[in-house]
């Protein structure tokens, strides 16, 4: 069933002993009161097997505020994306996603040292950052749980020198409805073809679902994105992309939309070994790729610009405003598709006026 994880629930919880007493920790545990719960030191923490069933509520020792690790900057344009890392692991089972290989936690990891966060964001004192929740797991899956939008909204409305990104795939928006947001704060989902999505992307609500979400973010006055990353390119990939974007701009309007990206299918060479494994039935990771200049492996440039000069072609037919970037793709990519190149800084200028602009 593809909204099987709107609400989403662990079969059992681990609290790592360092955090019991931390009021967060406490309030999550609240909210599940029939689910087993067994406090732990990390060192009995074992195992490498990935448990989505495990709940995890640890603290954060190293940064919680970093630069996105985007690929090699001197080959790729870099939108200067900056991470909240809030905790690890999703539930959702993308066949695609480089979690898989990337991450040696076992379990879905959640960070309870809220103090913690909120005092590396009070030190951001001078610049401007586009900073995001959802690299290392979904920025919503878990909200109706842990309410961690109900903290982290009214803060950066506060703030006037960063913009939260809450990046999902999830419909699970019921706690964004009242908050106090001022347009601070990008809710932007991912997005793929309808039947991308339901092959590869396991235990996801579908495309349509993840847009009517959208739509009622627009109407509590969100400001809304959406990534469609990774395009694969597959044999009935224009119909399938064409379908998903016609429908997009069919529930969303377009003057609301923060931004839009695209990427190719890239992937690690580990993670092939990890995709025919777990997905055996999955054919994404048999498409025309080449060794990249950053090591990972990616579509042939003419299948990349092809792609990328369509997907664009079809985005202004329904509006000629909304921003459209390549993410971490080459100089010579955006090129071809656009006629220019963004450079030196000049991206990151590009996404940070467009919602300073907004506000």
């Given amino acids: 069933m593809k909204n099987g994880l709107r609400n989403y629930l662990p079969k059992k919880i681990l609290i790592d002993k360092e955090v019991w007493n931390l009021a967060y920790t406490q309030e ?69 996603c480089i979690l898989q290989s990337y991450l040696n936690q076992p379990f879905i990891q959640v ?16 610049g401007f950052y586009r900073i995001g929740t959802g ?8 909200d109706h749980l842990t309410h961690l939008s109900k903290y982290l909204v009214p803060y950066f409305a506060k703030r006037n020198n960063i913009i939260l990104e809450l990046k999902t795939k999830s419909t699970v928006i019921d706690n964004l409805k009242d908050l106090e947001h001022r347009q601070h704060t990008v809710v932007s989902w991912s997005l793929n073809a309808p039947e ?43 119909n399938g992309y064409r379908a998903a974007i016609e429908m997009l701009f069919s529930y969303i309007d377009p003057r609301q939309i923060a931004w839009i990206s695209l990427g190719a299918f890239r992937f690690m060479p ?33 299948i990349r ?30 090129e071809r598709v656009f006629g220019f190149v963004p450079r030196n800084g000049k991206l990151k200028e590009m996404l940070d006026e467009r919602v300073k602009g907004k506000r």
């Fill in 28 to 96: 999550i545990l609240k909210r599940l009161p029939h689910i087993p719960q067994k406090v732990v030191s990390k060192k009995e923490i074992t195992g490498s097997i990935f448990d989505k069933d495990i709940l995890f509520l640890t603290q954060n020792k190293g940064r919680f505020f970093r630069p996105c690790p985007c690929t090699n900057k001197n080959y790729y344009l870099s939108c200067e994306y900056y991470i909240l890392e809030v905790g690890t692991n999703c539930a959702f089972n993308c066949s695609y």
């Fill in 111 to 126: 960070y309870t040292n809220l103090d913690d966060l909120f005092g590396e964001l009070d030190r951001i004192k001078s």
């Fill in 135 to 142: 690299e290392l797991t979904d920025s919503l899956f878990l």
């Fill in 196 to 238: 991308i999505a339901e092959k590869e992307e396991h235990g996801a609500p579908s495309v349509e679902e993840r847009i009517k979400a959208a739509k009622r973010c627009q109407e509590w006055g969100y400001l809304v994105g959406f990534h469609f990353d990774p395009i694969i390119y597959y044999s009935d990939w224009e």
């Fill in 270 to 302: 580990s993670l092939k070994g990890t995709i025919q494994k777990r997905f055996p039935q999955s054919k994404i990771i048999y498409g025309e790729f080449i060794p990249a200049l950053d090591g990972k492996r990616r579509y042939f440039k003419p």
């Fill in 305 to 334: 610009i092809h792609v990328y000069t369509k997907m664009l072609e079809w985005i202004r037919k329904f509006s000629q405003d909304v921003l459209i970037y390549l993410c971490m793709e080459r100089p010579e990519i955006w």
